[in-house]
């Protein structure tokens, strides 16, 4: 039993317990090309909170960990079977729910840990932030806690050499054979603008993309996934107890 671990601790624990931060792991249900299991955000998201937090726990930080929302949003996968879509409107309405009983209990920090792509949460936590002032909310993206060029060789943003290598070192049980892998080839629009990254529509995922993968795994280790999960949930362990430790009335140098 992980006492940062809200799934795992119980009342015994709990009843005269006090956290600093709360962490809220928020994955998807999606086809990640043809090799990777449907909850592969959320099992990167489950491992790498569970690490980090543990890392802040032993430095002396007071960080819970929630349990992994399973579904976020995949409005541009409306036609690949099984992709389940939470529309952002229903995400600020439970992140809302969740954000009043930590106000009302006084655990006035939350940290959104975003383990997909297609989950937006800035709009939401200025929304939020607005309407509960006492509260610091905020949001981090694991693929951009390190530079990827320096861990892995083709890039790739879903079910890509990162993803893979990451659940070749978490869960090889649920990756299928290397002969059963996509190469995630993908098309980009025809209008430069949209690549140039400064205009934005969203994708049809089916359209651009054969084996719903972006990105060719094929170069994929468990060594790298290993060396890649070890280094972000290290330095993700120092920002949340830096979190844990922050006086919110005096974030500013
Ligand atoms: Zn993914």
């Not at 940062?4 to 999606?30: S, V």
């Not at 090799?35 to 980090?52: K, R």
């Not at 610091?136 to 320096?150: A, E, Q, R, T, Y």
């Not at 972000?232 to 844990?244: A, D, N, P, S």
Request: net charge negative; hydrophobic share 35%.
């Amino acid at each position: 039993m992980r006492p940062y671990i809200l799934a795992e601790t119980n009342w015994e624990a709990l009843k005269d317990e006090k956290f600093d931060l709360a962490i809220l792991p928020w994955g998807a249900t999606e086809a990640h090309n043809y090799h990777l299991p449907y909850a592969t955000d959320n099992y990167q998201a489950d491992h790498m909170t569970a690490e980090s937090a543990r890392v802040a726990w032993e430095k002396g930080g007071k960080p819970i960990v929630l349990p992994t929302l399973p579904f976020g949003v995949n409005t541009g996968q409306s036609d690949v079977y099984l992709d389940i879509n939470l529309n952002p409107s229903t995400q600020l309405a439970i992140l809302t729910d969740i954000v009043e009983v930590l106000n009302r209990q006084g655990i006035y920090k939350l940290l959104i840990f975003n383990g997909h792509g297609g989950n937006n949460f800035k709009p939401l936590v200025r929304e939020l932030g607005y309407k509960f002032p006492k509260m610091f909310i905020s949001f981090c993206f694991f693929p951009g806690v390190l530079d990827k060029d320096l861990y892995f060789d083709e890039k790739g943003d879903h079910a890509d050499e990162m993803e893979t290598s990451l659940m070749l070192h978490l869960r090889p049980d649920l990756v299928l054979p290397r002969e059963k892998w996509g190469d995630g080839a993908s098309k980009k629009y025809k209008i430069k603008s949209f690549s140039e990254g400064w205009a934005w529509a969203e994708r049809e995922w089916s359209k651009i993309s054969e084996d719903t993968g972006v990105g060719n795994p094929h170069k994929s280790t468990k060594e790298k996934g290993e060396r890649f999960f070890n280094d972000v949930t290290r330095k993700m362990g120092h920002f949340i107890y830096e979190l844990c430790q922050a006086d919110t009335e005096d974030l500013y140098e």
